[in-house]
């Protein structure tokens, strides 16, 4: 397996692809998380999900220690597969993520996304330590019960929370380690998506992710907390698929270009 093969999962083919989406997983989390949503914009966009190590096929790899760094290593592997209009899209940790590799594309002159989706994500300048990652291994299970979005039977499996527990507590130390000033902008427009039940993230953060770009964006608010994408599938699948469709018909318009009074709307 090639190192670029190692980085990236495709679940549905995509032979004639309008662009391509890539998904960045939340902490702990895994490429095949993002399975449904390759199926429902395939074969109109192909999705790639990013395979972080330290999980699943990757179990046997360390766990990489800081979201810079993990940015660096998909930087280091993405530029073949942008040849293309591409978006990113990035859930919670994966937020961050995504935008830390949009920057080093565009700080290296190569091809970036022309869109990021940020999802149940704190804006970058808005990243604090909450203490997860310190947490002994019973409130890290505490905690995963708490958020949501993990099978009920890993959590009652010791062999398997065991390979889980690893990998999510080093992506807790590397989001709640991780925070960029303010000024810290890319170019792309940001389409920030938060559910209003999530106490992790709030209309705060929405204002200061379209501080984060030099090109405005927009909001979208959902039910469903932290790991809405679950349980609103359907409509995330149409406001990516939407946003994709209006930006390559030069329809999308950001609301606001200077990023400074963005507010979440419905």
């Known amino acids: 397996m090639s190192a670029q093969d190692l980085w990236f999962r495709r679940y549905q083919p995509a032979h004639a692809p309008r662009a391509t989406l890539f998904c960045f997983p939340h902490a702990g989390g895994s490429a095949s998380y993002f399975h449904p949503m390759c199926k429902a914009l395939a074969p109109e966009f192909d999705v790639l999900a990013v395979q972080y190590p330290g999980r699943q096929d990757r179990f046997g790899e360390p766990p990489i220690p800081t979201v810079d760094a993990l940015a660096d290593a998909i930087h280091a592997e993405i530029t073949p597969h942008m040849a293309g209009p591409a978006a990113f899209f990035g859930h919670s940790m994966g937020s961050a993520v995504a935008f830390e590799v949009a920057r080093r594309l565009e700080r290296d002159g190569h091809p970036a996304p022309a869109l990021l989706f940020a999802s149940g994500g704190r804006a970058p300048s808005r990243v604090h330590d909450d203490g997860v990652h310190r947490l002994g291994d019973a409130g890290l299970i505490a905690q995963l019960r708490a958020m949501g979005g993990t099978d ?96 390559l018909a030069g329809r999308y318009r950001p609301e606001d270009p200077t990023g400074r009074d963005a507010s979440p709307h419905p």
């Open 152 to 247: 009920a039977r890993v959590l009652m499996d010791p062999d398997l929370l065991e390979l889980v527990l690893p990998p999510l507590r080093n992506d807790y130390r590397a989001i709640e380690t991780y925070r960029r000033e303010p000024d810290a902008r890319i170019d792309a427009p940001i389409v920030v998506m938060i559910a209003t039940d999530d106490p992790r993230t709030g209309p705060e953060d929405v204002r200061a992710w379209h501080g984060h770009t030099t090109a405005g964006g927009t909001s979208h608010l959902f039910q469903g907390g932290h790991f809405y994408l679950e349980s609103q599938g359907a409509r995330v699948a149409e406001v990516i698929g939407g946003t994709l469709r209006d930006h």
